[in-house]
T-cell receptor, first 116, second 113 residues
Framework: GAGVSQSPRYKVAKRGQDVALRCDPI?????LFWYQQALGQGPEFLTY????????KSGLPSDRFFAERPEGSVSTLKIQRTQQEDSAVYLC??????????????FGPGTRLTVT | DQQVKQNSPSLSVQEGRISILNCDYT??????FLWYKKYPAEGPTFLIS?????DKNEDGRFTVFLNKSAKHLSLHIVPSQPGDSAVYFC????????????FGTGTRLKVLA
């Protein structure tokens, strides 16, 4: 398929474990975003990449959250020492242009993380 | 502090009638507004957008209205179809930094056949 894909779709982690969530954006898309969506809430911005450069990480809730996009395509969101409050759906989105000015963001299906 | 508010968590409409989904915002710096639709177990999909220089944008059955003085926007779906049943998110962004969308909490629309 040509859309944004994410893996795994579901992840259950014990409190304190590290997790890694993968995002494959649409081929050729310059911009990549991560969002966190808690139950009953809208998506909340976490971080933004333009190619391999992480231009904005202001939404990352703590230093346990780390994202990378080393070759400007696939991205990984890593959460260290998971806590119960990290339980949420993590959404990845990509868009064609830089800075996504008036450019539609295409979302993946998300990874539902449950921390027990 | 919720900068984008969707005060109706759910809405039911009869097929063929008009659906009106509302969204209020508090940040006067917001310059670009979008609506996304989300089906269960899928990511949000873009529906329609509007820039603050306009007060209306239309795309087929979907029309978005923007009232800047009231800091209010609405999405009209006419006529509503059962396939429109989904959660609708309103989102807003400032310029510069247009990429950072601030989303509302969503409204679940159910179109009854």
């Amino acid at each position: 398929g040509a859309g944004v894909s994410q893996s795994p779709r579901y992840k259950v982690a014990k409190r304190g474990q590290d997790v890694a969530l993968r995002c494959d954006p649409i081929s050729g898309h310059v911009s990549l975003f991560w969002y966190q969506q808690a139950l009953g809430q809208g998506p909340e911005f976490l971080t933004y990449f333009q190619n391999e450069a992480q231009l904005d990480k202001s939404g990352l809730p703590s230093d346990r959250f780390f994202a990378e996009r080393p070759e400007g395509s696939v991205s990984t969101l890593k959460i260290q020492r998971t806590q119960q409050e990290d339980s949420a759906v993590y959404l990845c989105a990509s868009s064609l242009g830089a800075l996504a000015v008036s450019s539609e963001q295409y979302f993946g299906p998300g990874t539902r993380l449950t921390v027990t | 502090d919720q900068q984008v508010k969707q005060n109706s968590p759910s809405l039911s409409v009869q097929e063929g009638r008009i659906s009106i989904l509302n969204c209020d915002y508090t940040n006067s710096m917001f310059d670009y507004f979008l609506w996304y639709k989300k089906y269960p177990a899928e990511g949000p999909t873009f529906l329609i957008s509007i820039s603050s220089i306009k007060d209306k944008n239309e795309d087929g059955r979907f029309t978005v209205f923007l009232n800047k003085s009231a800091k209010h926007l609405s999405l009209h779906i006419v006529p509503s179809q059962p396939g429109d049943s989904a959660v609708y998110f309103c989102a807003a962004s400032e310029i510069p930094g247009t990429y950072k969308y601030i989303f509302g909490t969503g409204t679940r629309l159910k179109v009854l056949a």
